[in-house]
């Protein structure tokens, strides 16, 4: 199993550009979730689904959308990007029972 | 979910056992007590996890107080590689499973040789 993947692992974004930021997993996890973290600091939730097709907002949602069409699938797009969005972005997968699992993270520079 | 206080940060000597503490007070009896650990910038890693009861895996060991007001993860025999900032979280068994969870500063163990 690879787990939790991201894609990519490094980004630089003007300001006011958008891309999408991938998250897969191979788990068969039903939920996922993404989180940032800024440098020094603990993470905070954005976003996260409990299905495909459910998805709900976190502690950080203003900027960013998700959306979830498939079990494996939960990508987090960001609309126009701005500064105060450099982090490091993580997304995570679970079950009932289980832990978190989470993903390597992608760096976004926002300049 | 309840909040947890943590030291800021621990040292421990290789091959020693290092305890990192927990206080959660305000825990409540539906709400677990969860430990993650983060490497170096890398992706958060699920160490542990209890309820009451004290538990163990290959990697750690929780012993939970009586009264669930406070916690201590055990590493039994730390090495380099253990150095990481370490969560303690708590939260109920449907905040974690649907993926919420709220991370606090957690405590940097630093592991010398």
């Known amino acids: 199993n690879a787990g939790v993947t991201q894609t990519p692992k490094f980004q630089v974004l003007k300001t006011g550009q958008s891309m999408t930021l991938q998250c897969a997993q191979d788990?068969?996890?039903?939920?996922m979730s993404w989180y940032r973290q800024d440098p020094g600091m603990g993470l905070r939730l954005i976003h996260y689904?409990?299905?495909?097709?459910?998805?709900d907002q976190g502690e950080v949602p203003n900027g960013y959308n998700v959306s979830r069409s498939t079990t494996e699938d939960f990508p987090l797009r960001l609309l126009s990007a701005a500064p105060s969005q450099t982090s490091v972005y993580f997304c995570?997968?679970?079950?009932?029972?289980?832990?978190?699992?989470f993903g390597p993270g992608t760096r976004l520079t926002v300049t | 979910d309840a909040k947890t206080t943590q030291p800021t940060s621990m040292d421990c000597a290789e091959g020693r056992a290092a305890n990192l503490p927990c206080n959660h007070s305000t825990i409540s009896g539906n709400e677990y007590v969860y430990w993650y650990r983060q490497i170096h910038s890398q992706g958060p890693q699920y160490i542990i996890h209890g309820l009451k009861n004290n538990e163990t895996n290959e990697m750690a060991s929780l012993i939970i107080t009586e009264d669930r007001k406070s916690s201590t993860l055990i590493l039994p025999h730390a090495t380099l590689r253990d150095t990481a900032v370490y969560y303690c979280i708590v939260a109920g068994a449907g905040g974690t499973s649907y993926g919420k969870l709220t991370f606090g500063q957690g405590t940097i163990l630093t592991v010398h040789p």
């Open positions: 689904s409990v299905g495909a097709g459910i998805t």
């Open positions: 995570a997968s679970s079950s009932p029972g289980t832990g978190l699992y």
């Open positions: 788990m068969n996890h039903e939920y």
